[in-house]
């Protein structure tokens, strides 16, 4: 009996079809695509050449005056290559490799926000990289610099266009969806992204070990062989990521066109009266946001989220000279909502309209009475009980701006399933606050336990999302876009750090905004969790249509 569980082995065929097939035809699928990131990176290099011809000055900007005056002082000991051999082989192959591999899945993952981080990534690689060889074009050592850096180059460089192409897919998805969904046909053109990016992946470990193995040797080895490394490692690129594919294509022409077919998910009603454990909360809440976030889109984008722009515009102006300097996420966060040394009565008491806003929000997103989900029946679900609403948001962000961090801890753990319960009352039950918290005390003596789950299931969530944007490696999003902020502005724009703070406050109150929606909605999920355990409402509910099955013909509550 054990054969009819065993799992059936994939076979050679499948991993020799990879390569053979399936990324070829994929690359054919998007041979103008890779045609627009090989032309643009070619512009983008000539144009950090041309930069350079003209302004002298111009590398210490894009490559840093240190690494600039280092490659001077190696020039002058006879070694202007040199930075290739400063470091142990092994662990420099393997951070290098990590490195090339980050970049080019971030140049692949930008493509979402509709090609133009992508195309943005690739305009800073070609500068660098233009501005560079010229450079040393200047010191009468172009062919020096070039032999050396394309004999891992030419892997390396080619592999982080190929991975821009996979990106603009991706954005020509979002862009074009064709007769899909915009959801359905980013889902797709990602998909196909991601098999080219997989495939670069032996790409990159070629043109690390060269990097590592080979090139900190430029020096000792003849011309010939470092023109044989590059026209080989061009060659292979250019056959398999450029010839090959028109003759697959060619080989299986009814293979060329791609019939996607949208998954079908079946739709569930959500049945708010009835007791679910920490599990089901969880995996409730982001269902519930996902079918909602139409409603969440329409009320955030067009009214909330303006609201927080022009409240963090004002709080921009008032701390304009904290804004100025370089700030590091958790000084961005203080700055931002008055933490510490920046907090003023401004910040202490706007912060808390629009944390009020958004809570009703994910209420206002579940709640099955209400018919027509528009701005309107939303400010009328938000003005009568905003009053406690916002006095309640005024607690919560006063014990997140003054509480010590132990302090917090022990507020989090005596009193976290009884704050996160006052709202679910306001806002349902139509009580004040002083009802609301009294009722929120008796509510939670029998679900304390599952309360606190609750908190520290989404508390961890947070923090995974969180290293996408921020994470000890630096390799989130926002420290690389904050790289091409700064390279792309300071040439042209006095207070780039501004700009750039505003772009990362941006981003954080999407970030929040998104977090304190869903937190909240499972939230009010629990709320309806433990009222069931006291009051049985769904059960009586349940009980009323007990017998009434029709036994010759199905009536609405079989399919209920």
């Not at 070619?42 to 000055?57: E, I, K, N, R």
């Amino acid at each position: 009996k054990n054969y009819l569980y065993k799992q059936k082995k994939q076979p050679i065929s499948g991993f020799v079809l990879f390569w053979t097939e399936k990324v070829p035809l994929e690359l054919y699928r998007m041979r103008k695509n890779m045609l627009a990131a090989i032309v643009f990176f070619a512009l983008a290099a000539f144009l950090g050449a041309v930069s350079q011809h003209y302004d002298s000055d111009f590398v210490d900007i894009v490559l840093g005056e240190g690494y600039v005056s280092d490659t001077e002082g190696r020039i002058a000991s006879g070694d202007p290559m040199g930075i290739y051999g400063e470091s142990p082989q092994v662990s420099m192959f393997f951070q290098i490799t990590i490195n090339n591999i980050r970049v080019a899945f971030i140049t692949f993952a930008l493509g979402i926000f509709a090609s133009l981080g992508t195309y943005l990534l690739l305009l800073k690689n070609g500068i660098m990289l233009g501005s560079f060889q010229w450079w040393f074009n200047a010191k009468g050592l172009l062919l020096t610099s070039f032999l050396a850096v394309w004999i891992h180059g030419a892997f390396e460089i080619s592999a982080i266009v190929i991975a821009g192409a996979a990106g603009i897919t991706v954005g020509n998805g979002l862009l074009f969806p064709k007769s899909f969904s915009r959801l359905q046909s980013l889902v797709f053109s990602a998909k196909r992204g991601l098999l080219v990016m997989l495939s670069l992946v032996p790409v990159f470990i070629l043109a690390g070990a060269l990097e590592s193995f080979v090139t900190r040797y430029y020096l000792d080895m003849p011309d010939a062989l470092k023109w044989t490394i590059i026209i080989l490692s061009f060659g292979i690129i250019i056959l398999y990521y450029g010839v090959y594919p028109f003759f697959v294509a060619r080989k299986y022409p009814e293979k060329i066109e791609v019939k996607e077919v949208p998954r079908h998910i079946p739709e569930r009603k959500i049945e708010y009266l009835k007791i679910r454990s920490v599990g089901e909360i969880f995996s409730d809440s982001f269902y519930l946001m996902i079918t909602k976030i139409r409603v969440f889109n329409n009320i955030f984008f067009k009214l909330i989220f303006p609201l927080a722009i022009c409240f963090g515009t004002i709080v921009f102006s008032i701390n304009f000279s904290y804004f100025d300097i370089k700030l590091e996420w958790d000084d961005s966060l203080q700055t931002l909502f008055g933490m510490g040394s920046s907090f003023s009565l401004i910040t202490f008491l706007g912060w808390p309209v629009i944390l009020a806003l958004i809570i009703s929000l994910s209420y206002f997103s579940i709640d099955s009475e209400i018919k027509s989900h528009s701005i309107s029946n939303y400010l009328k679900f938000t003005l009568k009980p905003f009053g406690s609403l916002y006095a309640y948001s005024l607690i919560i962000f006063t014990v997140f701006i003054f509480f010590h961090w132990l302090l917090l801890i022990l507020t989090f753990i005596a009193l976290g399933p009884i704050l996160s319960q006052i709202p679910s009352f306001v806002l349902i039950e139509k009580f004040n606050l002083f009802t609301a918290f009294g009722k929120s005390f008796q509510f939670e003596k029998g679900g304390y336990a599952d309360g606190i789950g609750n908190i520290v299931v989404f508390l961890l969530i947070t923090t995974i999302f969180f290293q996408v944007l921020h994470n000890p490696l630096d390799m989130g999003l926002i420290p690389i876009i904050d790289d091409f902020l700064k390279d792309t502005l300071i040439i042209n724009v006095e207070f780039y750090r501004v700009v750039i703070n505003a772009f990362n406050a941006t981003v954080y109150l999407l970030f929040i905004g998104f977090l304190i929606v869903i937190v909240y909605m499972s939230f009010g999920l629990f709320y309806y969790s433990n009222n069931e355990k006291l009051k049985a409402s769904g059960l009586y509910k349940r009980l009323e249509k007990f017998g009434t099955r029709n036994r010759n013909f199905e009536t609405k509550s079989d399919f209920e």
